[in-house]
């Protein structure tokens, strides 16, 4: 499982998070609409808390 090893503070772009979910990013951005997925917009961009994408990919793995 891979982590991204980012302080607190940083952020995770779309194309990141959806390299680590492997997944496409119209599928993150659907997650964040539907509120599966928790992200905010910045400068006109969706960012990420690396915690936030992890908590998912752990919980998405148990559903698996």
Partial sequence: QR???????ETLTLDQVA???AMKPVTIKRYVREGLLD????????????????????????LR
């Avoid at 982590?3 to 503070?9: C, D, E, G, H, L």
């Avoid at 969706?46 to 992890?54: A, D, H, I, S």
């Fill in 39 to 62: 992200g905010k917009e910045e400068n006109g961009h969706l960012v990420f808390e690396p915690e936030k994408v992890n908590r998912f990919k752990e919980l998405q793995a148990r």
């Fill in 3 to 9: 982590r991204y090893s980012v302080s607190a503070t």
């Fill in 19 to 21: 390299e680590f979910l």
